[in-house]
RNA sequence: UGGGCUAUGGCCAAGCGGUUAAGGCACCGGACUUUGACUCCGGGAUCGAUGGUUCAAUUCCAUCUAGCCCAGCCA
């Protein structure tokens, strides 16, 4: 797919006239949570721009707070990135330029333009002023570099407690901006940091630490997203008065939402918890671990991603733009096979006994290269149940009626003739007779049928589970509903279905079970069961016309 | 009169002074079909509002309105 969005003409630009040869681009996550869907934005776009215009792509761990951050993650958003298919250059952690930010925060404090404070956390608020009022400078603002240093020094070796100074910015305390009000550079921490270790006691603050992390890395254009436009004032300030060689271009575009999704921690957590989803990695979640489990190519999410563009505008994206991707893609790639979600026993009354005919079908209507498979017919067939109903319900009804014939695809026309119902008047099995003359390739032209409809054998099978997904959150809700009251009790559908005897796919593998929809073999799948997940259902313009009438 | 950003059909989104205002999703018709799938045809907006500049404005200017972000020793 094209790209074609202002970064990449900023970008194009650049290059043009010279100011860069390529473009470096990172993706700084703060490893403390699972990556969604949301942040593939970010991901793509930083890996696409490094790709398309011949530099290199960073993956770089911005784990400058050792209290928030947990290694566990870092593993877990390496492994999502992989899956994506966006592959780093080179892995960093912020954690690598602590000496080297030490040394730049001391170079600031030599200048003058940074001193350490004794105020505490409220009195630094407090001074700070509000968004209509200036704030006010600390009585420590003048301290002579001489001290300065020193006590910088003192706040690493480790003569202070965690919050008794900090190291400030000296920039301007009655900015319109509050980023740029003395910002706190340093905190002291006595954490144990995952990469670092008890090495050291004072941590860098994110305003300080990512531009340099950028310039260190030779970053040319770091990528970010809107929150971030009013600390990029900092962003130059910092990079400016530390001497830093490469000068990084931060450009900011709108974040990725998606409509009526779960995507903060928080509730991830508490349906995590509270067993209503599978883990972090629950299909109906937009985690990447999620999607991916969910069978979501990562195809589709690129293309999704870059069919939208990248606006600076914020709006809410519908999932269902990512499913029609995932279609598309399926559609091209995954073999079809027969498979029935509910089945219904239909029995070929004239059909002999304990005869087996084998039926050829291929694996994909237009790609011939996914070949063809010999499926066994017989007297005892599996339809879905909703191919059937006794009474024909309207003229568009293109499927199983008493007195109505449908061909079986691939096989024979069958009627149905008669119902069997079990005492509570559930059909439990439909009785036909199929018509020889039909056979599938035979070239009949003799009559149409009412409809095609797809069969497993019934007595060649196999039993598998089926999980079938609707969004977590129900699709309406009062407006002031609770988190509890939006989730949706149904979003997980357990079925008992059939497929093909010779089937024997492995976690991972994407089908098109015929008529009905997109499925993945999930990774609960045992050697006795196998689980498929529903990807995403098969377009119907039937459901569409039902529900008219 | 704190600062920054945004505003195009139900949702997303092109367009950057002269276009019949792209495209996708969703929706509604229809054709085709041994997947009611795919594919193919057809259907809808005067561009947040108001004023201005101009022969000409969604595109420039002004004012207004609405929404988002900013007062962590979080990122």
Redesign the pocket.
């Given at each position: 797919m094209e790209i074609?969005?202002?970064i990449d003409t900023i970008i194009e630009n650049d290059i043009k006239s010279k100011k860069h040869k390529e473009a470096i681009t990172r993706f700084?996550?703060?490893p403390?949570g699972f990556l969604h869907l949301g942040h593939a934005r970010a991901i793509i776009t930083n890996w696409s721009m490094a790709k398309k215009h011949g530099g290199h792509f960073n993956l770089r761990f911005?784990?400058?707070?050792p209290?928030?951050e947990d290694s566990m993650f870092v593993d877990s958003i390496k492994r999502d990135i992989e899956w994506l298919g966006c592959h780093w250059d080179n892995l960093f952690y912020?954690s690598d330029y602590f000496e080297e930010m030490y040394n730049r925060a001391m170079l600031l404090v030599e200048k003058g333009l940074a001193y350490v404070?004794d105020?505490?956390?409220e009195?630094?608020?407090t001074l700070?002023?509000?968004?209509?009022e200036p704030g006010k400078n600390s009585p420590h603002r003048d301290r002579s570099i001489e001290e300065n240093v020193k006590l910088f020094q003192a706040m690493k070796n480790g003569k202070y407690d965690?919050?008794?100074?900090?190291l400030r910015a000296k920039i301007d305390m009655s900015s319109?901006?509050?980023?740029m009000r003395d910002?706190?550079i340093y905190?002291?921490?006595r954490a144990y940091h995952h990469n670092t270790k008890d090495k050291w006691l004072i941590?860098?603050?994110?305003?300080f630490?990512?531009p340099l992390e950028d310039a260190i890395e030779g970053i040319t254009h770091s990528l970010c997203s809107?929150?971030?436009?009013?600390?990029r004032p900092l962003y130059d300030w910092v990079v400016e008065h530390t001497k830093m060689k490469n000068k990084p271009r931060q450009i900011e575009f709108?974040r990725l939402l998606i409509?009526n999704q779960v995507t903060g921690k928080r509730y991830i957590r508490e349906l995590v918890e509270e067993n209503k989803v599978m883990g972090w990695d629950d299909p109906r979640l937009i985690t990447l671990s999620g999607l991916r489990r969910r069978g979501i190519p990562k195809k589709a999410i690129h293309n999704f991603i870059h069919?939208?563009?990248?606006?600076?505008?914020?709006?809410?994206?519908?999932i269902?733009?990512l499913?029609?991707h995932v279609?598309?893609h399926l559609?091209e790639t995954a073999p079809?096979t027969n498979a029935i979600v509910e089945p219904l026993k239909l029995v070929i009354d004239n059909y002999p006994e304990d005869e087996v005919e084998y039926v050829k079908i291929p694996n994909?209507?237009?790609n011939k290269e996914l070949g063809s498979r010999m499926v066994p017919f017989s007297k005892h067939v599996f339809i879905e149940r909703s191919d059937f109903l006794e009474e024909k319900p309207n003229r568009?009804?293109?499927?199983l009626s008493l007195g109505e014939e449908v061909?079986l695809?691939?096989a024979y026309f069958v009627k149905a003739n008669s119902v069997v119902k079990d005492d509570n008047g559930r059909i439990i099995e439909v009785h036909c007779t199929y018509d020889p003359e039909?056979?599938?390739?035979?070239g009949?032209k003799g009559r149409k049928p009412n409809?095609?409809?797809?069969f497993v054998d019934g007595t060649h099978y196999k039993k598998v589970e089926i999980r079938l997904f609707e969004d977590l959150l129900k699709e309406e809700y009062e407006k002031d509903a609770s988190f509890e009251e939006k989730v949706n009790p149904n979003s997980l559908v357990i079925k008992k279905g059939v497929i093909e005897e010779k089937m024997s796919p492995e976690i991972g593998d994407k089908f098109?079970f015929?008529?009905?929809g997109f499925y993945v073999v999930d990774k609960d799948s045992t050697d006795k069961t196998l689980v498929f997940n529903r990807i995403v259902p098969?377009?119907?313009?039937?459901k569409?016309?039902k529900?008219?009438n």
């Open positions: 074609n969005h202002f700084p996550p703060e403390n911005d784990d400058t707070n209290i928030k912020a404070d105020l505490s956390n009195e630094i608020r700070r002023g509000t968004l209509k965690d919050g008794e100074k900090v319109s901006n509050m980023n910002p706190v905190r002291i921490q941590y860098p603050m994110y305003d630490a990512h809107l929150e971030f436009e009013d600390h709108g409509a069919s939208l563009g990248l606006p600076k505008s914020e709006g809410e994206t519908e269902e733009m499913y029609q279609r598309e559609n079809v994909h209507r237009r568009k009804w293109r499927r061909r695809m691939h039909t056979k599938s390739g035979s009949f409809g095609n409809i797809h098109q015929m008529r009905n098969l377009r119907s313009s039937y569409r016309k529900r008219k």
